[in-house]
Structure formats: structure tokens, C-alpha cells
């Protein structure tokens, strides 16, 4: 069997992004291929643990993802500060004769580094045109997760289980492996704390990830973190905040310093996002107008919002409720230009993570989650159908039906986009659903 049809086979995705089929992502060449280990998101730790404990895997998965899409050259991208983790990662790139293909680059301690229209900037000096991908600038990026899971493919396994840090204010910080499927409040209790009344979770990073509504989910391949605050935590009460307050809040106080638009990443990297702008239209009720499309460039990041912003409003609101108005009326941005370049002045607006976590009031809580080998042995599993990019997985099992840990139970519909799932336990089909399958251990 072909590489690529094993990448598919053993449903692999986009591990901490949005979950893009991995297959389809290497169907092509590049030039370069890059590996995304800056985890940017703070008190996140996941990518750096796993480049440190089993860096022959990673660099073996990487070096064949690198293949598959004839790439000239491999770059892992790491920050700086993960001195350590580097010194291995070149030891063992040398141990397994890579060492003309692939290359650590090491990036500065900002945010978003790990954003990939940043990673690529950095790593290669090119700039990804406005609403573009990669592909377009010759690179491919894949997560450092991604790459242990392609040397697993490699092996025959299939994706069953996922790696997640628990951080925040709580009494232990850590990070494990996890079977896809696993009841979500069983990971969260392992924090220590029994009844989260009183707390928030945010499901992901605390820049990007959402507050969670219930934290009554199963978890899928694609989760990567829980940050558990006290409910009364500023940065909850923020994220929390509905869209109509925001855009009251905006309308009455926004005084147009553009700052949300001077340290925005796209911005900086030669784009026309510019928050400003989308804040102006709101404040004086614009109507509908070509140049609040621009809305569409915002990666989503949260700078504008939870750093740059000196009065504590909302622009990455803003940038949302105009691009939700847009892709409701089909309105699609379309760029002027090709080729674009930095700005003069983006190397001074950089905004470092320490500033960050202290502004975010995260400080006490950045802190070690070390990885533990902690077995979690749920009785049941559901597995989401709906867990990457594209047309939700096909069942191919039914309920009283046996399956065994790493058997596929999902397929991708014939002719769509979309990754298979596999049983992440032994046990018997208790039911099966338009959303879920549902595993019951032995």
C-alpha cells in the first residue's frame, strides 16, 4: 500500500488545527515542508514534549510526509527558547543520516509563531497571498503530532488515541495520552479538581480556544488542551462576552488608535487585514461596503483583542460579525495582488508571549505540565463522526457488533473530503447515530 493511502487509511488529521485531512494535504509538491512545533498558545505543552521523548519518530514521520511531496528541503520549526528539545532533535536528525534534508529553524518567542502564515514567513522569508494557503508559496506545514502519527501510519496503526495538556489554575498540571472518544470530564478530572461549578474550561489554547458551554463532550483527535480558570478570571468574563455586548461595547468607546491593526500578524505580514477599520464600520453602522471584506483576512488569533486593543474592547469581534454578515450574502473577498512582503516595521511590533501570559493574567499559572503515562480505560467511547475537515465519516458497523482497538468503524464518503475513524477501544457497537459511535469496552 502507497504511503499516501496509508495516511488516509489510518485517519489522520491535522492534529491542533482545525483538523484538515492529512492526505489531502500532501497530495501535492512543495518546495518546502515545514514542521509546526512553536506551540504558541500559552501554558499549552504537548509539542514540546513529544519532539523531546520520541524525536526518532517524529523526525522519521516528517522526513516521509517530506517525501511524499517531493520537498527540497525540511524545516522544523521550534522556539528558540526550547534549548533542550533543539539539542535532541539535531542529535538524533544526524543519528538517522538526515541531516542534509532536515533542518531546525528556530523561531523567536511571539505569538501567533505557530499561526502558519507566520511559521512560513519565518522559517522560509516568503508570504502567503491574502486568504491563501501555503501550497501557494511552495511549503506544506504539518504538526509535530501529525508527523508521529504519519511514522505510525507507517507502522499500521491508526489514529485511536490524542495528547492533551491540562493547565490553568489548578492543582495538577499535566499533559497525557488520550483514547478518541474518551468522556471529557473524565481527562478534566485528572486536574484535581472534582466539581467545576465554579470553573470555566477552554477547549484548546486561551487565545484561540472557546469557552466550552458544557463540558460534557467526548474528546477527538483534534483537542490538544484544556485551560481550567475560576469563572470570576477576567479572561473568562471576556470570552464569555456575546456579540451583541461587544458591539455595544464597541459602538460607545472604540477612539480609532489602531493599534488592533499595527500589531495584528496579518497586517505585519503585508496584508490588508485592519481591525480599525471593521471597529469604524461598526461604530458608525456602516452598511454593507466592499471594503469591509477585509474582515475575511482575520486568522482569528485574538491579539487584537486580548493584548493590543488599550481599552479593552472587541476587534476580533467586529471582524467577525462583518465576515459572518459576508459569507451569509456569499460576498468573497477578492486580493489585488500575487506577491506580497512584510512590512518595514514588522520585526519591532512582535509581541512576546511573557508580555502576553501577563496580560492575558495567566502568569502564576505558566508552569510545567509534565507528560504522565496515565492509562485512561473508559467503559464507553463515542466517537464523533464529525471530527475534521469535510463530509462527516460513513459508519461501516452497526450496533451488537465486536471491533477491536484500531479497526475502522467510519469511512470517507465516496468522492468527498474527509478522514476515517477507528475504534479506540475493544468492545461491542452500542449504538450508532447521525453524530456518534458509541463503544462499550469488551
Known sequence: M??????????????????????????????????????????????????????DEIIQGFNAAGKIVKAKRAIIGIKKKHGRVIEILRERIEALGLGEYIFIGELPDIYPAGDEQVLVHELTGRVVPEAGIPIMVGCVVVNSETALNIYRAMQGEAVTKTYVTLAGDIPNRLTLKVPV??????????????????????????????????????????????????????????????????????RGACEQCRLCTDLCPRYLLGHNMQPHKMMRAMTYNFGEGEGQKIAQLCCQCGLCEFFSCPAGLFP?????????????????????????????????????????????????????????????????????????????????????????????????????????????????????????ITIRRN
Do not use: W
Not at 221 to 238: A, N
Not at 333 to 340: A, D, G, N, P, S
Not at 389 to 412: F, H, N, S, W, Y
Open 2 to 55: 502507497e504511503l499516501l493511502d496509508q495516511i488516509k487509511n489510518g485517519g489522520i488529521i491535522g492534529a491542533g488545527g482545525a483538523g484538515f485531512p492529512t492526505h489531502a494535504k500532501l497530495a501535492g509538491e512543495a518546495e518546502f515542508i515545514l514542521m509546526n512545533g512553536a506551540e504558541c498558545e500559552p501554558l499549552l505543552r504537548v509539542d514540546q514534549q513529544l519532539m523531546e521523548f520520541m524525536p
Open 181 to 250: 472518544g474518551t468522556p471529557i470530564t473524565d481527562v478534566l478530572k485528572l486536574s484535581g479538581i472534582e466539581n467545576f461549578e465554579e470553573y470555566a474550561v477552554i477547549d484548546g489554547g486561551p487565545m484561540m480556544g472557546p469557552v466550552m458551554h458544557t463540558i460534557g463532550g467526548y474528546m477527538t483527535k483534534k483537542q490538544k488542551g484544556f485551560v481550567i480558570l475560576k469563572k470570576s478570571h477576567p479572561l473568562i468574563k471576556k470570552k464569555t462576552a456575546s456579540m451583541a455586548q461587544a458591539v455595544r461595547v464597541n
Open 316 to 436: 476580533k469581534q467586529a471582524n467577525m460579525f462583518f465576515k459572518a454578515k459576508q459569507l451569509e450574502n456569499k460576498d468573497k473577498y477578492e486580493r489585488k495582488q500575487e506577491v506580497f512582503s512584510a512590512r518595514e516595521c514588522r520585526e519591532y511590533r512582535l509581541v512576546p508571549s511573557k508580555r502576553l501570559i501577563a496580560r492575558l493574567g495567566l502568569k502564576d499559572f505558566d508552569k510545567a505540565a509534565p507528560f504522565e503515562k496515565i492509562e485512561l480505560n473508559p467503559e464507553v467511547v463515542k466517537i464523533s463522526l464529525r471530527q475534521h475537515v469535510g463530509a462527516p465519516a460513513e459508519p461501516i458497523v452497526k450496533a451488537g457488533d465486536r471491533v477491536e482497538t484500531g479497526q475502522m468503524i467510519g469511512k470517507v464518503p465516496e468522492n468527498a473530503l474527509g478522514a476515517p475513524i477507528h475504534a479506540s477501544i475493544t468492545g461491542k457497537i452500542e449504538e450508532v447515530d447521525q453524530d456518534f
